[in-house]
């Protein structure tokens, strides 16, 4: 744990340091707050510098300042050794919400988050092996893509514009079929990490075929993934039957059992290509393994109408009745829902997964995200695959999320810029189970960051850090990105990742899907 009060010491280079007689004036706590003063004030009352509270202004006639001047002894307390400093013009932790933390640092060991911490208290704390100044940028928690297929980076294009089954069956299921395997796979993951680290997206929720493939090559990449284990009722080139589907699924899942940046969770497809026995089996093993169930649910009106013409029950209805609603579900799209269908979400810990670009593109409808964000429902945010949407791109995302979102509720206050960036973040991480470990900054937690440079002219002048994230700020700012602790991208340069060999391979896939 970061020590509160920094303690000076004498450092390893001989400089001194002020004694513990010393005393060093804190520089004022300068805490502006548009609303009641929230109870982590006492975590962060040793720190110096400033914080604000942004996107509570409507609320409040008035800001409230509190000052602390009282003085923090210092002691004679080595600097700790830790392996990084980054410090920061601006860190926005996410957790707590809606706070910018102005010259702060986070010093990181490891794979890990030390402390989040001022910029003069860090230098006094820590004795790094690297530092990175970031004087003209904003540190995030690194955005958590909820929702994709990554391999389909490859199918980036191939067809638009077209209705989502017209879509689904005459183009993208037989040119997947053509290609598909371990080699398209790991060539289209691959793809994708280098256009997410450049996004500033640090982790994928992944649903496709061969997960063996798709998590390896997340794992020879560094990158931090949950892999989908597929089910769907037919024979594919990944599995024949139903049994080969589980058998697998076990086999991936046990393969990747304790590894630092690969987990598993059941991909059954979707309520129209899944059985109700496959459901029931994965409800079983999903508890067993504890596991999340990862799923396409009520993307379209279509499939609503369509279950209901087969089994008399609304897809989510059929999976109340097989015990799938519960807080391992992840649902994904959710464009159709009543108000009851919310507040059984709310209940039973559902985490929904908001697509907004893919819904859009594919006329699927419109996720009621601020309904389901009042109702207490974790809301995560996700990009779809590039076939539908067409990019990874989750400030894109993020910020179609804020904008449909109060178009949807007729409410310009709904879904503020803190709340966008907290779904596509700590959102998207409760959602696949790793809340604990990422989506936000904070001691303890995994160092997946990203810098996002905002003296750009497209985000001048700055009044609000995280309005000029949320609908300012594009992928092409984020200048540095941090997976574990490693850094991934330096100065938009990804650092570890053959680039020319990665669009070579790309061009080599399109030359044979266009052929077909
Ligand atoms: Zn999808």
């Known amino acids: 744990m970061p020590k509160r009060t920094p303690k000076a010491a004498r450092r390893a280079d001989g400089r001194s340091h002020p004694s513990s007689s010393e005393i060093l004036t ?4 300068e805490f502006v707050c548009f609303a009641r003063v929230p109870n982590w004030i006492p975590a962060y009352a040793g720190m110096t510098s400033k914080m604000t509270i942004e996107g509570r202004r409507r609320k409040v006639s008035r800001p409230l300042h509190i000052r602390i001047t009282e003085p923090i002894a210092m002691s004679d307390t080595q600097p700790q050794p830790i392996d990084l400093l980054i410090e920061a013009r601006w860190v926005v932790p996410v957790e707590p919400h809606a706070v910018v933390l102005e010259d702060h640092a986070v010093a990181v060991t490891g794979d890990r988050i030390v402390a989040v911490l001022p910029i003069a208290a860090a230098r006094t704390t820590y004795a790094p092996r690297e530092t990175v100044r970031l004087p003209e940028h904003a540190l995030i928690p690194g955005l958590v ?33 053509k290609v598909i395997g371990p080699e398209f796979v790991r060539d289209g993951v691959e793809l994708a990490v280098a256009e ?27 990158f931090r993934a949950v892999v989908g284990l597929p089910v769907i009722e037919f024979p594919t080139a990944w599995a024949k039957s139903q049994d080969e589907y589980f058998e697998r699924a076990g086999e991936v899942h046990d393969s990747f059992r304790g590894d630092a940046l690969v987990s ?31 799923l396409h649910l009520h993307e379209t009106a279509h499939e609503v109408e369509e279950e209901k013409a087969k089994s008399g029950l609304r897809p989510f209805q059929r999976l109340q009745k097989l015990g799938l609603v519960n807080d391992r579900l992840i649902a994904v799209h959710m464009t159709q829902l009543t108000d009851g269908e919310i507040a059984a979400c709310a209940e039973a810990g559902v985490s929904v997964v908001h697509c907004p670009e893919s819904n859009l593109k594919l006329a699927s409808g419109f996720c009621p995200a601020e309904k389901l964000r009042k109702a207490g429902v974790t809301l995560a945010i996700g990009t779809d695959g590039c076939a539908s949407n067409n990019d990874l791109d989750m400030f894109g995302e993020l910020r179609t999320a804020a904008l449909l979102a109060k178009a949807v509720a007729n409410d310009a206050a709904a879904f503020d810029a803190a709340s966008a960036l ?41 009044y609000h850090v995280a309005s000029q994230l949320a609908y300012a700020a594009g992928r092409h700012q984020v200048s540095d990105v941090w997976v574990a602790g490693r850094r991934k991208l330096a100065a938009r340069e990804l650092v570890d990742m053959d680039v020319a060999g990665v669009l070579a391979r790309a061009h080599a896939w399109r030359e044979r899907i266009a052929e077909r």
Not at 26 to 29: D, H, P, Q, T
Not at 153 to 168: E, F, S
Not at 207 to 221: H, M, Q, S, V
Not at 434 to 461: C, F, H, M, N, Y
């Open 26 to 29: 804190r520089s004022v706590l």
């Open 145 to 177: 893509n909820a929702h994709t297929h990554n391999p389909m980076t490859l199918l980036r294009g191939l067809a638009d514009d077209l209705p989502l089954m017209v879509w689904l069956q005459q183009h993208i299921w037989p040119a997947e079929a």
């Open 196 to 222: 997410m680290l450049r996004g500033g997206t640090t982790c994928a929720n992944e649903n496709y075929f061969f997960p063996d493939a798709i998590g390896a090559t997340y794992r020879k990449l560094g």
């Open 264 to 294: 598993t969770a059941f991909a059954p497809h979707a309520p129209y290509t899944v059985s109700d026995e496959s459901f029931a089996r994965i409800r079983v093993l999903a508890d067993q393994l504890d596991i999340p169930v990862h």
């Open 422 to 462: 907290r779904a596509a973040t700590l959102g998207s991480a409760k959602a696949m189970g790793l809340d604990a470990k990422i989506g936000s900054i904070e001691a303890g937690k995994q160092a997946d960051l990203a810098a996002v440079r905002l003296s750009d002219l497209e985000t001048q002048p700055l």
